[in-house]
């Protein structure tokens, strides 16, 4: 498994588990699989190296005000003093997005980042793995029953949305309308329930619309949104979505959402 995330690192858009059939019937259903996401990345544009294009433009892109102004819109609810949770969602191209991100928040960030990020079944403590070699602030698994702590990641585990129940994780069962598991529009709309205008959330790179609802109910409850830029998404459709649903505050590239993030804290 430390070889598909050496392919990330390197430039690889996803990964997918070696197949085990059980059975015959499983075959075609593999096989569309696969041949589902091969489609979908067929699309993404080629980059030369993720990192470099990233370095090039840091340095301009942090003094931006982004396409939706200044980060915190007048009347949001809420100041640095009061924020209390990091959400994310993310899907195609989310664990290098998400590695960057996560480099540039301090360990010492004084709220917890929930995170619900679309990868194949098996991979996710892989995934927290590499992450956490790669950053500062700790990263880990989430578990039912957790009250989420500053200073750390959590990784929804796959196969059951992530939730936020009062002040602790749930994982509920998936919605019909629930495309993607884990949902990063029921992590949202946990978020804006219980958090509101003291939650800062963020929607990357991805395929489809989920989260776009989600963040939307978060803008609305006050809380400040991020959604990442076209230029540094490797698909750009669940930004979009969310943009067009109206969920954003704030429009920026890849390279300068971590540093966003912190400054909700540190301002």
């Known amino acids: ?155 929804a585990p796959t196969g059951a949305n992530m939730v936020l129940l009062r002040d602790r994780i749930a994982f509920a069962q998936p919605a019909a309308e629930h495309l993607y598991i884990p949902s990063a529009d029921a992590l949202f709309e946990s978020v804006a329930a219980t958090h509101g205008g003291t939650a800062v959330a963020a929607i990357l790179t991805g395929m489809g619309a989920d989260g776009a609802r989600g963040l939307k109910a978060l803008r609305d409850s006050g809380a400040l949104t991020i959604a990442q830029d076209e230029a540094s998404c490797t698909v750009f459709g669940m930004p979009k979505a969310a943009i067009e649903l109206g969920g954003v505050d704030r429009v920026l590239p890849l390279a300068s959402i971590g540093p966003a993030i912190t400054e909700c804290f540190t301002a």
């Open 1 to 155: 498994m430390g070889r598909a995330f050496d392919a990330l690192e390197l430039g690889a858009l996803e990964v997918v588990k070696k197949p085990e059939l059980r059975d015959w019937a499983d075959l075609g259903r593999m096989g569309t699989e696969l041949l589902r996401t091969i489609k979908i990345l067929a699309r993404v544009r080629v980059i030369t190296h993720v990192s470099g294009r990233r370095e090039a433009r840091l340095a301009g892109d942090l003094g931006q005000t982004g396409a939706f102004g200044p980060l915190g819109r007048p009347g949001a609810a809420g100041d640095s003093a009061t924020r209390t949770i990091v959400a994310i969602g993310s899907s195609t191209g989310g664990p290098s997005a998400l590695r960057t991100v996560f480099a540039a928040l301090p360990a010492e960030l004084p709220a917890p980042v929930l995170v619900a990020q679309h990868i194949t079944d098996g991979f996710v403590p892989g995934l927290v793995e590499w992450l956490d070699a790669g950053c500062r602030i700790r990263i880990v698994v989430a578990e039912e029953g957790v009250m989420p702590q500053a200073g750390t990641v959590y990784l």
